[in-house]
């Protein structure tokens, strides 16, 4: 199992953007691996959000589509979540996801 770890969360306007990251540790196949992002709300189900492939293909869930992009650095270890006109309903707890493994997930706050 890899150790994930988000970072860049934050408060945010609607409309604005932030970029979340999600380190790997533990891992000498970084290349090798596809990396999920999920959001969790309180009292709702962790809903998916996007994936990349080990090819730096994206796939989004349709809530997204448009707004958000995933990105990869392999040499850094490290995947990305860029999250543009960002909606008060986007307001959540956001986490990355490797096979078994899941990062402790960074508060992300859309409000006026």
């Known amino acids: 199992q890899v150790q994930l770890v988000e970072s860049g969360g934050g408060l945010v306007r609607p409309g604005g953007s932030l970029t979340l990251s999600c380190a790997v540790f533990?891992?000498?196949?970084?290349?090798?691996?596809?990396i999920d992002w999920y959001r969790q709300v309180p009292g709702k189900q962790r809903e998916f959000v996007g994936f990349?492939?080990?090819?730096?293909?994206?796939d989004y869930a349709d809530f997204v589509k448009g707004r958000f992009t995933i990105s990869r650095d392999n040499a850094k270890k490290t995947v990305y979540l860029q999250m543009n006109n960002l909606k008060p309903e986007d307001t959540a707890v956001y986490y990355c996801?490797?096979?078994?493994?899941w990062g402790q997930g960074t508060q992300v706050t859309v409000s006026s």
């Open positions: 990349i492939t080990v090819n730096g293909r994206p």
């Open positions: 533990g891992s000498t196949r970084f290349s090798s691996l596809g």
């Open positions: 996801n490797q096979g078994e493994s």
